[in-house]
C-alpha cells in the first residue's frame, strides 16, 4: 500500500526558494545527493506541481550526458526517468513521458491512486504539499534544513488554521550541516 511523504528542503529560517524563486542556496553535496537518491529510488510515483516538474524535467532527463555529471547526479537522472509522475496543473497542456497530468488534488482520488501503489508517493511543490496537507493526505514529512538564512522568499508552509500534531521518526545531520527531520503521523 501506498503512503503519502512530502520531501523537501527549506533554508534554515522557513523558505522553500527565494524571492525570485531562487534555490542556489541549497547545500547539495555527494552525501546528500546519494542520501537523497536512496530515498527517492524507492518511490512508487513523483507528485509535482507545475514548478517543480517544470524544474526537474527541464533537466534530469538527460542529465547523465552531461560528462561533468557527478556520480549521485548521473544515477538520479535515471531514477527520474524510471518513476512515474504525476503533474497537478491547470496551465499545463501536456507533461513529457512517463507523466501524467491531473488539474486538481480531488482527495478521493488521490486516495484511491496511493492506495493502488506499493511504496512511498513524493510530493514537491510548496503549493501541492499544501493543498496535500489542507486534504489531510500527507502520511509523513521528510524535510531538509539546509544551514542558510536567506531572509526572504516562498516560504515552506503558508499560513493555515489547521493543526496538525506528528511524531518526530527519525533525525540526521549531514556533513555539509544539512538536517533530515522527518516526521509522520501519531
Do not use: C
Not at 2 to 12: E, N
Not at 102 to 123: F, M, Q, S, W, Y
Amino acid at each position: 500500500m501506498g503512503y503519502v511523504v512530502v520531501h523537501m528542503g527549506f533554508s534554515l529560517d522557513g523558505f522553500i526558494a527565494g524571492p525570485d524563486g531562487e534555490i542556489d542556496w541549497h547545500v547539495v553535496d555527494e552525501e546528500l545527493h546519494s542520501h537523497f537518491n536512496d530515498e527517492l529510488r524507492a518511490a512508487a510515483a513523483f507528485y509535482e506541481g507545475r514548478v517543480v516538474y517544470e524544474l526537474m524535467e527541464g533537466h534530469w532527463p538527460t542529465a547523465d550526458d552531461d560528462p561533468g555529471a557527478s556520480a549521485a547526479e548521473r544515477d538520479f537522472a535515471g531514477i527520474w526517468r524510471e518513476t512515474p509522475k504525476v503533474v497537478f496543473s491547470r496551465t499545463l497542456q501536456r507533461v513529457g513521458p512517463n507523466a501524467e497530468l491531473l488539474r486538481d488534488v480531488v482527495p478521493e482520488e488521490v486516495r484511491a491512486r496511493v492506495a493502488r501503489l506499493d511504496g512511498p508517493v513524493i510530493v514537491g511543490g510548496a503549493t501541492l504539499a499544501a493543498a496535500f496537507a489542507e486534504h489531510d493526505l500527507v502520511d509523513e514529512y521528510r524535510l531538509y534544513v539546509h544551514p542558510v538564512l536567506i531572509g526572504r522568499g516562498r516560504p515552506m508552509f503558508p499560513p493555515t488554521d489547521r493543526r496538525t500534531p506528528l511524531r518526530l521518526l527519525e533525525t540526521r545531520a549531514f556533513g555539509n550541516g544539512v538536517v533530515l527531520l522527518r516526521h509522520g503521523r501519531p
